[in-house]
Protein backbone atom coordinates (compact mmCIF):
# COMPACT_ATOMS: atom_id res chain seq x y z
CA UNK A 1 0.00 0.00 0.00
CA UNK A 2 0.83 3.50 -0.47
CA UNK A 3 2.29 4.92 2.69
CA UNK A 4 1.87 8.66 3.84
CA UNK A 5 3.77 10.11 6.55
CA UNK A 6 2.93 13.23 9.01
CA UNK A 7 5.59 15.12 11.19
CA UNK A 8 5.28 15.99 13.77
CA UNK A 9 3.19 13.37 15.71
CA UNK A 10 2.26 14.91 18.46
CA UNK A 11 3.25 18.56 19.24
CA UNK A 12 2.41 21.01 22.42
CA UNK A 13 2.54 24.69 22.01
CA UNK A 14 1.45 28.01 23.68
CA UNK A 15 -1.74 30.04 23.00
CA UNK A 16 -0.56 32.52 20.58
CA UNK A 17 2.08 30.57 18.77
CA UNK A 18 2.06 29.27 15.03
CA UNK A 19 2.52 25.56 14.38
CA UNK A 20 3.52 23.84 11.04
CA UNK A 21 2.32 20.35 10.03
CA UNK A 22 4.29 18.39 7.35
CA UNK A 23 2.07 15.84 5.54
CA UNK A 24 4.49 13.79 3.13
CA UNK A 25 4.15 10.93 0.47
CA UNK A 26 6.57 8.62 0.40
CA UNK A 27 6.20 6.52 -2.53
CA UNK A 28 4.05 8.40 -5.00
CA UNK A 29 3.15 11.26 -6.26
CA UNK A 30 -0.16 13.12 -5.23
CA UNK A 31 -1.34 16.28 -6.90
CA UNK A 32 -3.95 16.63 -4.63
CA UNK A 33 -3.74 15.99 -0.64
CA UNK A 34 -6.77 16.64 1.74
CA UNK A 35 -6.51 17.97 5.67
CA UNK A 36 -9.06 16.79 8.53
CA UNK A 37 -9.36 17.11 11.93
CA UNK A 38 -10.63 15.02 14.09
CA UNK A 39 -12.14 16.06 18.10
CA UNK A 40 -12.22 13.61 20.62
CA UNK A 41 -15.34 10.98 20.23
CA UNK A 42 -16.12 12.32 16.70
CA UNK A 43 -15.75 11.73 13.28
CA UNK A 44 -13.26 13.45 10.72
CA UNK A 45 -14.07 16.80 9.57
CA UNK A 46 -12.92 17.56 6.27
CA UNK A 47 -10.99 21.31 6.96
CA UNK A 48 -9.29 21.85 2.67
CA UNK A 49 -8.34 20.12 -0.32
CA UNK A 50 -4.54 20.42 -1.67
CA UNK A 51 -3.81 20.73 -4.89
CA UNK A 52 -0.21 20.99 -5.92
CA UNK A 53 0.96 24.39 -7.29
CA UNK A 54 -2.34 25.89 -6.41
CA UNK A 55 -4.33 27.92 -3.78
CA UNK A 56 -6.12 25.35 -1.77
CA UNK A 57 -9.89 24.97 -1.21
CA UNK A 58 -11.51 25.04 2.14
CA UNK A 59 -14.42 23.57 3.47
CA UNK A 60 -16.91 26.22 4.76
CA UNK A 61 -16.62 27.26 8.28
CA UNK A 62 -12.92 27.06 8.02
CA UNK A 63 -10.50 30.01 8.36
CA UNK A 64 -8.31 29.96 5.29
CA UNK A 65 -5.85 32.55 7.03
CA UNK A 66 -6.09 30.86 10.22
CA UNK A 67 -5.16 27.13 8.60
CA UNK A 68 -2.56 28.11 5.99
CA UNK A 69 -1.81 25.36 3.34
CA UNK A 70 0.80 24.99 1.21
CA UNK A 71 1.42 22.17 -1.28
CA UNK A 72 4.79 23.39 -3.29
CA UNK A 73 5.64 19.93 -4.34
CA UNK A 74 4.03 16.61 -5.75
CA UNK A 75 4.75 14.96 -2.12
CA UNK A 76 4.76 17.95 0.34
CA UNK A 77 1.89 19.39 1.67
CA UNK A 78 1.79 21.48 5.05
CA UNK A 79 -0.76 23.38 7.70
CA UNK A 80 0.18 25.57 9.69
CA UNK A 81 -2.14 26.70 12.54
CA UNK A 82 -1.56 30.00 12.59
CA UNK A 83 -1.82 31.81 16.29
CA UNK A 84 -3.36 28.54 17.88
CA UNK A 85 -5.57 28.83 20.62
CA UNK A 86 -6.65 26.04 23.14
CA UNK A 87 -9.87 25.51 21.24
CA UNK A 88 -7.44 24.40 18.43
CA UNK A 89 -6.40 21.45 20.35
CA UNK A 90 -7.28 18.32 17.96
CA UNK A 91 -6.32 15.68 15.85
CA UNK A 92 -5.02 16.91 12.40
CA UNK A 93 -4.50 14.10 9.76
CA UNK A 94 -3.51 14.42 6.16
CA UNK A 95 -4.48 12.16 2.96
CA UNK A 96 -2.61 12.32 -0.28
CA UNK A 97 -4.56 11.23 -3.64
CA UNK A 98 -3.24 8.34 -5.47
CA UNK A 99 -4.86 7.42 -8.94
CA UNK A 100 -4.74 3.45 -9.15
CA UNK A 101 -6.39 3.46 -12.67
CA UNK A 102 -8.03 5.75 -15.11
CA UNK A 103 -11.12 5.54 -13.77
CA UNK A 104 -10.49 5.16 -10.01
CA UNK A 105 -8.14 6.62 -6.86
CA UNK A 106 -7.42 6.07 -3.52
CA UNK A 107 -6.38 8.31 -0.57
CA UNK A 108 -4.17 6.83 1.59
CA UNK A 109 -3.55 8.72 5.22
CA UNK A 110 -0.86 9.90 7.42
CA UNK A 111 -1.24 8.50 10.69
CA UNK A 112 -1.90 12.08 12.28
CA UNK A 113 -0.56 14.81 14.41
CA UNK A 114 -1.92 15.57 18.19
CA UNK A 115 -1.90 18.88 19.06
CA UNK A 116 -2.26 20.42 22.10
CA UNK A 117 -2.40 24.18 22.53
CA UNK A 118 -1.77 25.36 26.27
CA UNK B 1 -26.86 14.78 4.21
CA UNK B 2 -26.01 10.87 5.17
CA UNK B 3 -24.98 9.14 2.29
CA UNK B 4 -24.90 5.97 3.92
CA UNK B 5 -26.23 3.92 7.35
CA UNK B 6 -23.95 1.93 9.14
CA UNK B 7 -24.95 0.04 12.49
CA UNK B 8 -23.09 2.03 15.28
CA UNK B 9 -21.46 -1.01 16.63
CA UNK B 10 -20.72 -4.80 16.31
CA UNK B 11 -19.37 -7.52 18.16
CA UNK B 12 -17.70 -10.57 16.41
CA UNK B 13 -15.57 -13.59 18.03
CA UNK B 14 -12.42 -14.08 17.26
CA UNK B 15 -10.92 -15.94 14.65
CA UNK B 16 -14.82 -15.84 12.48
CA UNK B 17 -16.37 -13.94 9.85
CA UNK B 18 -16.80 -10.57 10.47
CA UNK B 19 -19.69 -9.31 8.12
CA UNK B 20 -19.81 -5.32 8.07
CA UNK B 21 -23.44 -3.86 6.72
CA UNK B 22 -24.06 -0.21 4.50
CA UNK B 23 -26.70 0.84 3.19
CA UNK B 24 -26.47 3.13 0.49
CA UNK B 25 -29.89 3.53 -1.31
CA UNK B 26 -29.37 7.18 -3.17
CA UNK B 27 -26.01 5.77 -4.52
CA UNK B 28 -25.67 7.00 -8.10
CA UNK B 29 -23.88 5.01 -11.16
CA UNK B 30 -20.94 6.80 -10.98
CA UNK B 31 -20.44 6.69 -7.10
CA UNK B 32 -17.98 3.92 -5.79
CA UNK B 33 -18.48 2.20 -2.11
CA UNK B 34 -15.01 2.42 -0.21
CA UNK B 35 -14.87 1.07 3.29
CA UNK B 36 -11.61 2.36 5.82
CA UNK B 37 -11.10 1.79 9.15
CA UNK B 38 -9.69 3.86 11.74
CA UNK B 39 -8.09 2.35 15.21
CA UNK B 40 -7.85 4.45 17.77
CA UNK B 41 -5.61 7.95 17.88
CA UNK B 42 -4.67 6.43 14.42
CA UNK B 43 -5.33 7.84 10.86
CA UNK B 44 -7.87 5.91 8.77
CA UNK B 45 -6.33 2.59 6.81
CA UNK B 46 -7.71 1.93 3.56
CA UNK B 47 -9.37 -1.34 2.91
CA UNK B 48 -11.02 -1.66 -0.21
CA UNK B 49 -13.54 -0.12 -2.46
CA UNK B 50 -15.72 -1.18 -5.45
CA UNK B 51 -18.20 0.13 -8.15
CA UNK B 52 -20.41 -2.98 -8.84
CA UNK B 53 -18.31 -5.90 -9.01
CA UNK B 54 -17.83 -7.96 -5.73
CA UNK B 55 -13.85 -7.20 -4.98
CA UNK B 56 -11.71 -9.13 -2.76
CA UNK B 57 -7.67 -7.97 -1.34
CA UNK B 58 -5.63 -9.22 0.94
CA UNK B 59 -7.37 -7.39 4.11
CA UNK B 60 -11.11 -8.01 3.16
CA UNK B 61 -14.05 -9.09 0.85
CA UNK B 62 -16.75 -6.10 -0.60
CA UNK B 63 -19.99 -7.95 -1.45
CA UNK B 64 -22.16 -5.29 -3.45
CA UNK B 65 -25.90 -6.23 -3.94
CA UNK B 66 -26.83 -6.09 -7.66
CA UNK B 67 -29.11 -3.22 -7.30
CA UNK B 68 -26.25 -1.69 -5.41
CA UNK B 69 -28.17 -0.01 -2.46
CA UNK B 70 -25.90 -2.05 0.01
CA UNK B 71 -22.77 -3.41 0.84
CA UNK B 72 -21.27 -5.97 3.14
CA UNK B 73 -17.51 -5.94 4.29
CA UNK B 74 -16.05 -9.24 5.31
CA UNK B 75 -13.22 -9.26 7.37
CA UNK B 76 -12.61 -13.45 7.05
CA UNK B 77 -10.63 -15.04 10.07
CA UNK B 78 -11.39 -11.35 12.55
CA UNK B 79 -8.34 -10.77 14.75
CA UNK B 80 -8.07 -8.83 18.08
CA UNK B 81 -6.01 -6.44 15.89
CA UNK B 82 -8.93 -5.38 13.66
CA UNK B 83 -10.79 -3.92 16.59
CA UNK B 84 -11.76 -0.65 14.91
CA UNK B 85 -14.37 2.23 13.69
CA UNK B 86 -15.40 1.25 9.81
CA UNK B 87 -16.33 3.71 7.65
CA UNK B 88 -18.17 2.83 4.65
CA UNK B 89 -18.19 5.74 2.47
CA UNK B 90 -19.54 6.40 -0.88
CA UNK B 91 -18.02 8.90 -3.49
CA UNK B 92 -17.93 9.58 -7.48
CA UNK B 93 -15.14 8.08 -9.01
CA UNK B 94 -12.32 10.86 -10.21
CA UNK B 95 -13.48 11.83 -13.51
CA UNK B 96 -16.68 13.37 -12.00
CA UNK B 97 -14.80 15.25 -9.53
CA UNK B 98 -15.72 16.10 -5.95
CA UNK B 99 -13.05 13.93 -4.65
CA UNK B 100 -13.67 14.39 -1.02
CA UNK B 101 -14.01 11.98 1.22
CA UNK B 102 -17.55 12.35 3.42
CA UNK B 103 -16.91 10.26 7.34
CA UNK B 104 -19.74 9.36 8.77
CA UNK B 105 -20.02 7.73 12.19
CA UNK B 106 -18.88 4.03 11.55
CA UNK B 107 -19.29 0.94 13.28
CA UNK B 108 -17.24 0.17 16.11
CA UNK B 109 -16.21 -3.47 15.62
CA UNK B 110 -14.79 -5.05 18.94
CA UNK B 111 -13.37 -8.36 18.45
CA UNK B 112 -13.97 -10.63 21.45
CA UNK B 113 -11.53 -12.87 22.87
Known amino acids: GAVVSQHPSRVICKSGTSVKIECRSL??????MFWYRQFPKQSLMLMAT?????????EQGVEKDKFLINHASLTLSTLTVTSAHPEDSSFYIC??????????????FGPGTRLTVL | DAKTTQPPSMDCAEGRAANLPCNHS???????VYWYRQIHSQGPQYIIH???NNETNEMASLIITEDRKSSTLILPHATLRDTAVYYC??????????????FGTGTRLTIIP
Open chain 1, 95 to 108: SARRATSAWTDTQY
Open chain 1, 27 to 32: DFQATT
Open chain 1, 50 to 58: SNEGSKATY
Open chain 2, 26 to 32: TISGNEY
Open chain 2, 50 to 52: GLK
Open chain 2, 89 to 102: IVRPGPNFGNEKLT
